[in-house]
T-cell receptor, first 114, second 112 residues
Framework: EAQVTQNPRYLITVTGKKLTVTCSQN?????MSWYRQDPGLGLRQIYY???????DKGDVPEGYKVSRKEKRNFPLILESPSPNQTSLYFC?????????????FGPGTRLTVL | DQQVKQNSPSLSVQEGRISILNCDYT??????FLWYKKYPAEGPTFLIS?????DKNEDGRFTVFLNKSAKHLSLHIVPSQPGDSAVYFC???????????FGKGTLLTVNP
């Protein structure tokens, strides 16, 4: 089944404790992206990647890191999480030719930073 | 600075009637527009898109209209069904990058 998976789905952590949210897709997509969804703010893009070793900032990259060492994986790293990073996070992927069209989204990761 | 605006947080419509969801944008570099639909506890799913070279795109019950001069687009759902009840996000992209900018979303409720 073609899908985007995220792990963990739920995470409660404390300020300053490094964490990684993994994202993996099995559709051989070139384009991958991370978003956060917050009440009243909608979806905001954090980082995106056009292909292996090619990443770029979205609208809200501060406090986040990403890497794209393999085509299928695009982990989101919070080196020193803070409470304002409490949010619902979505990973998405699409074929490069459709990078701005049909993105396939994962189920989301709900992160709480205490 | 909010570049994609969905000014109606919610909309309630009767089953069978038309639903019209609106979206305004400020960045004149945007040249591709998309609508996504999101159910609770799920990721967004792509619905329909339109390029700036067109003013209308239709897919079944869903039609998107683009008015470039007014920097406005709208999504029409006809006829509306209870299963259409969801949050609808407008998104836009353009220029030399592949960033996607979303609006805040509109919660559509279709009443039986």
């Amino acid at each position: 089944e073609a899908q985007v998976t995220q792990n963990p789905r739920y995470l409660i952590t404390v300020t300053g404790k490094k964490l990684t949210v993994t994202c993996s897709q099995n559709m051989n997509h070139e384009y991958m992206s991370w978003y956060r969804q917050d009440p009243g703010l909608g979806l905001r893009q954090i980082y995106y990647s056009m292909n292996v070793e090619v990443t770029d900032k979205g609208d809200v990259p501060e406090g986040y890191k990403v890497s794209r060492k393999e085509k299928r994986n695009f982990p989101l790293i919070l080196e020193s999480p803070s409470p304002n990073q409490t949010s619902l996070y979505f990973c998405a992927s699409s074929p490069f030719s459709l990078a701005l069209n049909e993105q396939f989204f994962g189920p989301g990761t709900r992160l709480t930073v205490l | 600075d909010q570049q994609v605006k969905q000014n109606s947080p919610s909309l309630s419509v009767q089953e069978g009637r038309i639903s019209i969801l609106n979206c305004d944008y400020t960045n004149s570099m945007f040249d591709y527009f998309l609508w996504y639909k999101k159910y609770p506890a799920e990721g967004p799913t792509f619905l329909i898109s339109i390029s700036s070279i067109k003013d209308k795109n239709e897919d079944g019950r869903f039609t998107v209209f683009l008015n470039k001069s007014a920097k406005h687009l709208s999504l029409h759902i006809v006829p509306s069904q209870p299963g259409d009840s969801a949050v609808y996000f407008c998104a836009a992209s353009g220029g030399s990058n592949y960033k996607l900018t979303f609006g805040k979303g509109t919660l559509l409720t279709v009443n039986p």
